[in-house]
């Protein structure tokens, strides 16, 4: 008489995916504050060698960077006590040379940020402090009505 070891393996199997799917469901409220970075404001300490370098943008907030990163970045955009977006300035000369950038961070204080959304924005004549034709790439960490809302007023 042989033993039928079939329904065991299936009862193994249905206890492992509710399992996992117990597990997706726990992490699940955890993945969702990833996704809506707004309702976890990043509070500003400003890392390591990193020093403010503009006064307010509009719709960025203030600029800061490590000296030793710049022109390219990244460079983190703050406003009122919180982060706003991560920042490159990638120069025109170099997209059209082919160049390729790789690795390009998105971490503050050793962890990964929630990027909401990115603009590109092309520079033709530049801006102060980088004067030559470039891109320069916002990742935010707020939605896009927050970051449109930064006027730097009084």
């Known amino acids: 008489m042989r ?13 492992s995916v509710g ?3 117990g597990a997706l469901l726990a992490v699940r409220p955890a993945l969702a504050s990833l996704q809506r970075p707004s309702t976890l404001p990043l509070a500003w300490v400003a890392p390591e060698g990193v020093v403010q370098i503009s ?11 490590k000296p030793a990163d710049l022109p390219q970045g990244p460079l983190y955009t703050v406003h009122q006590g919180r982060l706003i977006a991560i920042e ?8 059209a040379a082919g160049k390729s950038w790789h690795d390009l961070t998105f971490r503050y204080w050793g962890q990964q940020l929630p990027i909401e959304h990115a603009d590109v924005d092309f520079e033709p ?3 102060e402090g980088f004067e030559v034709p ?4 916002h990742f935010y ?11 730097c007023q009084p």
């Open 3 to 15: 033993c039928d070891a079939r329904p065991i393996f299936d009862r193994a199997a249905l206890l």
């Open 19 to 21: 399992l996992a799917l």
């Open 55 to 65: 006064g307010c943008v509009p719709t960025m907030g203030e600029h800061w960077a």
């Open 88 to 95: 490159y300035m990638l120069t025109q000369a170099d997209f």
């Open 125 to 127: 004549q530049g801006h």
């Open 134 to 137: 470039h891109y320069d790439l």
């Open 141 to 151: 960490v707020v939605g896009h009505a927050e970051d449109r809302e930064i006027t």
